[in-house]
């Protein structure tokens, strides 16, 4: 996953460290290798880190990797169905994001 918001909706957090407008992107590798089990404990390490608490255990089953970037390039032989803001794009097998800090000025009123 690829962001620069963290709170999903229904309050889930992904990307705990993700600021908005600070000019970076956040990512997260998700591993569920260990099945129903990997996703079990997946589940746990993403309600934990909506209460601010992380698991940095290495033996885990399920886990979540994070990164920061300014331009993140991501690659999976065979494709892999992708999203963009949660609509369906289809089948990638190679994705590029890049954020440009300071391009969107928002003024309210």
Not at 5 to 32: H, M, N
Not at 43 to 63: C, D, H, N, W, Y
Not at 78 to 88: K, L, M, S, T
């Amino acid at each position: 996953m690829i962001g620069n918001c963290g709170r999903l909706p229904g309050g889930i957090t992904l990307l705990p460290d993700a600021v908005i407008d600070d000019g970076v992107l956040d990512v997260a590798a998700v591993d569920t290798r260990g099945g129903l089990a990997g996703w079990a404990q997946l589940f746990g390490e993403v309600v934990m880190q909506g209460f601010g608490v992380r698991s940095e255990l290495p033996a885990k089953i399920g886990r979540i990797d994070h990164a920061k970037a300014r331009r993140v390039r991501v690659r999976v032989e065979g494709g892999e169905q992708a999203q963009v803001d949660g609509d369906v794009i289809g089948q990638a097998v190679e994705l590029e994001a890049r954020v440009d800090p300071g391009a969107l000025v928002v003024r309210s009123g």
